[in-house]
């Protein structure tokens, strides 16, 4: 397949865009004008323990002018608004978008702007850093993409996960968008609440803030049921006692570093959903309004 869209090339686009144009594929990553600059220039550094060094050429474009078969998303939630203004529908047309953010509801919003393209359910499992415009760091020994393949892209799914896999990735398709969308949120609105309100990594708010993991797993697996998805809290708590103890979530390293975070997208979708089915979730309503309030002080006094 020809002609892929990376709109926003950092740690999880970068890395795609890297590896999709490593086997030839005729990747444009769209960005900003400085971002632009220094791709047009240098390329896309990739620094991957899984993958090794390597440095290929990408096209770079501040906004999508000629027509792709494949559209990626990876910006952060908190930029997607601003970004969409370089992907207009009419040059998108009937292309495959495949957004890779974390949460849930950018999803309905994507499929109500992009009408005629096949928006699909995605998500990605990785650790990947944009370290410096057009370098990205992936330190995880993995890269696992799912994506819902139903309706009518179901075959440009199955197309675009064959060059997932022959570009190195994982790529699996499913046939349950709920479950792709909601077996990932329920995990990671957890990791990302504790670790962020603690400061500390998985290891210890497992150990320490125990009573809280298994009510936050609780309470988003039964919005996820609700949504439809097979989701099982027992083996999510399971799952989160096995990953490695200095794991941090990227919501943790925003909140240090004095980004802005996607609360909302993660954990305020949840509190929706939730009340849109009429199920209560006070643990997780009492961690986002924790991290809200800690957000705004933490602004300077006229930006509140
Ligand atoms: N990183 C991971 O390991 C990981 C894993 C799973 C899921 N995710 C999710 O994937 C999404 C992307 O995260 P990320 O870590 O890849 O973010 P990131 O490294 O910050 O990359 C975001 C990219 O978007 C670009 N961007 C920002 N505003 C833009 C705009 N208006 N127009 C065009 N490009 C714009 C940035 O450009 P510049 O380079 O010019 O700053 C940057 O390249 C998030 O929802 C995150 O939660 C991330």
Not at 81 to 104: H, I, K, S, T, Y
Not at 274 to 302: E, K
Request: with cysteine; glycine share 10%; charged share 25%.
């Amino acid at each position: 397949m020809s002609g892929i869209a990376v709109l926003g090339p950092g740690g999880v686009g970068g890395l795609l865009a890297g590896l999709l144009a490593r086997r030839g594929q005729d990747v444009t990553c769209l960005a900003g004008p400085a971002t632009v600059d220094v791709l047009a220039r240098d390329g896309l550094r990739v620094e991957s323990r899984q993958f090794g060094t390597f440095a290929v050429r990408v096209r770079a474009a501040e906004r999508l002018d000629d027509g792709v078969d494949v559209c990626l998303i990876a910006v952060k939630a908190t930029q997607l608004a601003d970004a969409l203004e370089r992907l207009p529908a009419d040059a998108v047309g009937g292309a495959l978008v495949v957004p890779l953010l974390n949460g849930v509801e950018h999803v309905d919003l994507l499929q109500r702007r992009y009408p005629g393209a096949g928006v699909v359910p995605a998500t990605i499992r990785c650790e990947s850093t944009r370290t410096a415009p057009g370098v990205i760091r992936h330190d995880s020994p993995f890269v696992r993409v799912e994506m819902a393949a139903t309706g009518r892209s179901a075959d440009a799914v199955r197309r675009f996960a064959d060059d997932l896999t022959d570009a190195g990735v994982s790529a699996q398709v499913s046939d349950d968008p709920a479950t792709v969308m909601w077996s990932k949120l329920t995990f990671l609105a957890a990791l990302a609440l504790l670790t962020t309100a603690a400061g500390a990594p998985a290891g210890e708010v497992r150990e320490r803030r125990r009573d809280d993991l298994v009510a936050l797993v609780g309470e988003a697996a039964a919005v996820a049921r609700a949504e439809g998805a097979a989701v099982d809290a027992a083996a999510v708590v399971a799952f989160f006692d096995g990953i490695p103890a200095g794991m941090q979530s990227s919501m943790q390293r925003d909140a240090e570093a004095g980004r802005p975070l996607e609360l909302d997208a993660v954990a305020g979708a949840v509190v929706r959903t939730a009340a849109r089915h009429g199920i209560p979730v006070p643990v997780t309503s009492r961690y986002v309004d924790l991290l809200t309030d800690r957000s705004r002080s933490a602004l300077p006094r006229d930006a509140t």
